[in-house]
């Protein structure tokens, strides 16, 4: 295990270096997935996109699940398919971390205006740790477009991120302990809005409203 | 000068000394100064006039500090310190801390900071058990974890990115192994399982 788990390592080092060689051998025992794997790596790092994550997705492959070359090969296309569509959805600066976290999202159901929802509300702050609560409620069962909607809603009253994740979090818990998705969310929402702002009260991004600059009276 | 000064005998002689001499010549200044600024060192030539240092050769720095090594662990036990010798770390050991991992303010932006986690897993029986996961790149070399002096407990500590992070442990180098305190999430792309660890910016 830890001769092959060092060598997935190494291969995903030596894709990192030289995926614009592409006919390096990456994958043991398979030339070409090794090839088609550095093509991935080489076009969206030309792309722009963030490519520790194709790195990652091929060593879990490798190392935890002991996939066959061309299951890793198919995930590390998938997956650089989802970052473009996040780092679209996230536009105009997104950092790696908030694209990797919203392809992500979207491996769960998520769709990309739902990720584009998520964003604006948020304004100019990073929106990693709410696109990951998406996920995570959407991972845990809950309606795609639903889980978009509170995420959207949370932000807009202002829910620290430590009460974005301990909803995903807890949500999480009461369906692994059985409940159903849609129940537990509901329960869980309930106990947090009751010491949130009211909807649209200091919403930032609402039309006509401004926190810091109340309108002037005619 | 003030009255004080004039009434007093001692600055008075000495005011009256210094009248007594003679004006400046300004042209003998002159060739002083500038007899001063041509004899003047420039930095290099400065070295010629210092001292020599004693030169100090590699194998008198190499005794000195094999010298200071064997002195220190001599002397170890006779240095007092403010830990008790009766502390009791079965159950607290000292979790590894792990270097910046993936997903780190180097690969998502300076604006995020790296929030310190720490990963615990009881298992009396491993003879060896790393953390692994999106953050340090799936590498079970990158994250061994430390095990308390009862044997009970392994942990580590691995500084991360605030987000979504899926992990799990390698157990004796090769069982993957799910953290029980977190919850399961199963990977759509190949249909396995992974434990999940949310992080909150601080």
Same mark, same amino acid.
């Given at each position: ?19 614009? /060689? ?9 030339? !070409?997935?090794?090839a ?41 296309? /998938? ?44 304004? !100019? ?32 009253r202002?829910?620290?991120? /430590? ?6 979090a !807890? ?6 302990s ?17 010491? =949130? ?13 401004s ?8 | ?39 003047r ?22 005794? =000195? ?15 007092p310190? !403010? ?37 615990? =897993? ?26 308390s002096?009862?044997g009970? =407990? ?49």
């Amino acid at each position: 295990m830890i001769t092959r788990a060092a060598t997935a390592v190494a291969l995903v080092a030596s894709l990192a270096r030289v995926a614009s /060689a592409q006919d390096t051998l990456l994958l043991p025992g398979d030339r !070409d997935a090794s090839a088609e794997l550095a093509r991935i790596v080489s076009a969206a790092r030309d792309a722009g996109l963030p490519v520790d994550p194709i790195l990652g997705k091929v060593s879990y492959g490798v190392v935890v699940v002991h996939a066959p070359p061309q299951r890793i090969v198919a995930a590390a296309r /998938a997956l650089a398919a989802r970052l473009e569509i996040a780092r679209d959805a996230l536009a105009p600066r997104p950092t790696p971390g908030d694209i990797a976290t919203g392809a992500d999202a979207l491996e769960f159901g998520a769709t990309k205006a739902e990720l584009r929802a998520v964003r604006t509300a948020s304004g !100019d702050q990073p929106v990693s740790t709410p696109l990951g609560v998406l996920a995570q409620l959407v991972a845990s069962g809950v309606n795609a477009k639903r889980a978009a909607q509170i995420v959207t809603d949370l932000i807009k009253r202002h829910a620290s991120t /430590a009460q974005l994740v301990a909803l995903g979090a !807890d949500v999480n818990a009461d369906v692994a302990s059985g409940a159903q998705a849609t129940a537990a969310l509901d329960t869980r929402l309930r106990g947090l809005t009751a010491v =949130l702002a009211p909807p649209g009260g200091v919403a930032l991004d609402a039309p006509g409203i401004s926190a810091t600059t109340p309108k002037k009276k005619p | 000068m003030t009255d004080h000064h004039e009434t007093d005998p001692l600055v008075q002689r000495a005011v009256d000394e210094l009248r007594r001499l003679p004006p400046l010549n300004a042209a003998a200044v002159s060739r002083i100064a500038g007899a001063a600024a041509a004899a003047r060192l420039t930095p290099a030539e400065d070295d010629f006039v210092r001292p020599p240092r004693p030169r100090v050769r590699w194998w008198m720095t190499i005794g =000195l500090a094999a010298a200071a090594a064997i002195v220190g662990f001599v002397a170890r036990d006779m240095i007092p310190s !403010d830990r008790p010798a009766d502390v009791d770390v079965a159950r607290t050991p000292t979790p590894t801390v792990a270097p910046a991992p993936m997903r780190t303010a180097a690969s998502t932006g300076a604006d995020v900071g790296l929030v310190p986690q720490q990963f615990v =897993l009881e298992n009396r029986t491993a003879r060896s058990v790393s953390v692994v996961g999106d953050f340090n790149n799936w590498n079970p070399k990158a994250t061994p974890m430390s095990r308390s002096s009862d044997g009970a =407990l392994w942990s580590a500590i691995v500084p991360i990115v605030p987000g979504r992070h899926v992990f799990g442990f390698i157990v004796n180098d090769s069982i993957f192994t799910l953290d029980p305190r977190r919850s399961t999430v199963r990977d759509p792309d190949f249909g396995t399982n992974t434990s999940v660890l949310m992080v909150a910016r601080p």
